[in-house]
């Protein structure tokens, strides 16, 4: 396993729809035990393909509840459906994230509370997840970066503003910006 380097807003991959993986290989297995391995090394709680740089509709996540209940895996190909949103603006306290693509900042963002998630495991099987809170909120985050969409794109405009500047300010908007877990002082 490999700790790969983490694709920065503003690479070209990061803003393209992801293609659906047409078959489990040993080189897709490769892959996602080198996206967990980077997923644990940022920290995050999720890892979507196109930020390691490859096109494909995959994602990780891993998360422990309140109770330290581990909660981890791996879909290859999701669908997603989720509740309509509390209209409303998001609670800063309640409702902020983060993006291993956009490491160091949190940004209030409105999500859906519930969502169902279906795709395939592995080994091909059935995979079929329906959960709410914090685990909701990963499936969509992780999910929205299989078609090319980061958090970031849907913040409102005083926030996005402010992304710009941050952007501009560290380099990043551009492609090929990236950075490696446990090689790059970068606070995620």
């Not at 803003?15 to 297995?29: C, K, N």
């Not at 969409?149 to 941050?166: A, C, E, M, P, S």
Request: aromatic residues 8%; charged residues 30%.
């Amino acid at each position: 396993m490999a700790v790969l380097p983490i694709r920065i807003m503003g690479d070209p991959v990061l803003h393209s729809p992801a293609e659906p993986v047409a078959e489990i290989t040993d080189e897709v297995r490769q892959l996602v035990a080198d996206m967990f391995e980077t997923m644990d090394a940022a920290p995050g709680v999720g890892l979507a393909a196109p930020q390691v740089g490859v096109g494909l509709r995959i994602y990780t996540y891993s998360y422990q509840d309140d109770d330290g209940q581990p909660w981890r895996g791996v879909i290859v190909n999701p669908e997603l459906w989720m509740r309509p949103l509390v209209p409303g603006a998001p609670d800063p306290d309640d409702e902020s994230e983060g993006c291993l693509s956009f490491p160091g900042e949190r940004f209030p963002l409105r999500r859906s509370d519930e969502v169902l998630v279906t795709g395939i495991d592995l080994d091909g099987e059935p995979v079929r997840i329906q959960v709410d809170g914090w685990r909701a909120r990963i499936m969509q985050h992780e999910f929205d970066h299989l078609d090319g969409i980061l958090y970031i794109d849907r913040l409102d405009d005083g926030d996005w503003k402010t992304v710009q500047k941050l952007a501009r300010k560290r380099g990043w908007g551009r492609p090929g910006a990236a950075w490696t877990p446990g090689v790059d002082e970068i606070d995620a």
